[in-house]
Every structure is written in structure tokens, then in C-alpha cells.
């Protein structure tokens, strides 16, 4: 998608959204044309949702991740513009679906600049693959 710019560093993915993307979107659609992997057992996943005020959050935003292996445990921290929205943990499976709270999230939105900040600590080694997706604003 366009409106959607990927930066991949060791340790951090950012995306972008240049303009708001109402739809389901994946990281494919971002740009990630293979599997990320997290070796350091750590994942920092920045999402620049840019300005926001005149729209609305999706019903329950989504965001699902999923791993090209089994993982055994996984801790998340989710933040929106420096605020805690989510403390949770995730006990095995190929993917972790972290459902947010809109309400919350509305409280928070910010008038020019809105980053939501996703923390993610691995038990073990895990490649976060291309199909994983977001669903973040809605109409």
C-alpha cells in the first residue's frame, strides 16, 4: 500500500501511515517482503499513525502476529502516545492477537502526532512473518 512506509532496523520495525488506512492491513502490504526475525528474544514495533483526530479508531483494533514457528511464551506492552493500553501474556501458539481497547485509545489520541508503541519479549528465537496484520482505524 502507498500510504504505508516500512523501516527495518535490528531490534525495531516502523511503520508509517502517510494517510490513514481504514482496511486490514498486513506487513506485506507495508513493505516486508520476508519474515522478521526477533533473535534477541526483544521486538520494538512502532506504528507512526501520524494525525488522526477527525477519525475513529476500528471497533476493537487488532493487531496478530504470526510466527513461522511454535513459540512457548510471549510478554507485550502496548503504548499509545506514552500511555499504557496493555499489559498481557501469551502462553504458545504460532500467532499472539492483542485487542485493544478503542475507548481508551480515542482518550489518548493526540491532535498532530499519534505513535502506538508494541513491546514484545520472546522466550526464544521467532520469525514474525509477512502475513501478520493490523487493523487500527475504521470509517
Not at 79 to 85: F, M, T, V, W
Not at 99 to 118: P, Y
Request: proline residues 1%; hydrophobic residues 35%; glycine residues 6%.
Amino acid at each position: 500500500m502507498s500510504d504505508l512506509k516500512l523501516n527495518v532496523t535490528e531490534g525495531q520495525v516502523k511503520i508509517t501511515m502517510e494517510k490513514p488506512v481504514y482496511t486490514q492491513f498486513t506487513l506485506k502490504d507495508c513493505g516486508l517482503e520476508e519474515s522478521y526475525k526477533v533473535e534477541g528474544g526483544n521486538l520494538r514495533l512502532k506504528m507512526d499513525l501520524g494525525a488522526i483526530q477527525d477519525h475513529r479508531f476500528f471497533k476493537m483494533p487488532v493487531i496478530q502476529l504470526n510466527y513461522e514457528n511454535n513459540i512457548h511464551e510471549s510478554e507485550w506492552v502496548v503504548e499509545l502516545n506514552g500511555e499504557n493500553i496493555l499489559e498481557t501474556k501469551d502462553h504458545s501458539g504460532h500467532s499472539t492477537v492483542l485487542l485493544l481497547n478503542r475507548n481508551k485509545m480515542t482518550d489518548l489520541k493526540h491532535r498532530h502526532e499519534n505513535v502506538l508503541l508494541i513491546h514484545g519479549d520472546f522466550s526464544e528465537v521467532v520469525s514474525i512473518k509477512t502475513d501478520s496484520h493490523f487493523h487500527i482505524l475504521e470509517h
